[in-house]
């Protein structure tokens, strides 16, 4: 008389297609944010200044060219037609100003009139929390 059986070993596999999936949607997920942050952020030389923090995230960015152009997400504005963008912005806020946070970035080779007219407009519409972007010297 046979007590005892034998088990057949018993393997468990794992089905890795999911992780796969996932891996390829987190790739593209990535690459599709890293697109969007480049658009807010038009090549220039900024002012030298040492001893600044890093860059915080803000949800407005706004680009002063060298020859004085304002640049929004890659597309060129009017002073006039940035404010009313901001006003809309605004408005998509609650008409809460505290709640956004914009950095101006200015060429170093530009004038300081556009700049002062772009802070000057931010302060009438009440937005306080400006950050000038500069470069840290090496």
Avoid: W
């Avoid at 901001?86 to 709640?99: F, H, K, T, W």
């Amino acid at each position: 008389m046979r007590l005892s059986k034998r088990r057949a070993a018993t393997r468990v596999s794992m089905n890795m297609t999911p992780m796969i999936d996932i891996v390829f949607l987190l790739i593209i997920f990535f690459m599709t944010v890293t697109q969007v942050s480049e658009i807010n952020r038009e090549r220039m030389e900024l002012p030298q200044q040492a001893g600044s923090e890093d860059q915080k995230p803000a949800i407005l960015t706004i680009n002063i060219d060298k020859t004085g152009q304002i640049l929004i997400a890659g597309v060129i504005y009017e002073l006039s037609d940035m404010i009313a963008m901001i006003a809309d912005e605004l408005v998509r806020l609650n008409d809460d100003p505290s709640r956004l946070t914009v950095v101006m970035r200015a060429d170093q080779r530009t004038t300081c009139r556009v700049p002062n007219e772009v802070i000057n407009a931010l302060t009438r519409l009440q937005i306080h929390r400006v950050r000038v972007a500069v470069q840290v010297p090496r």
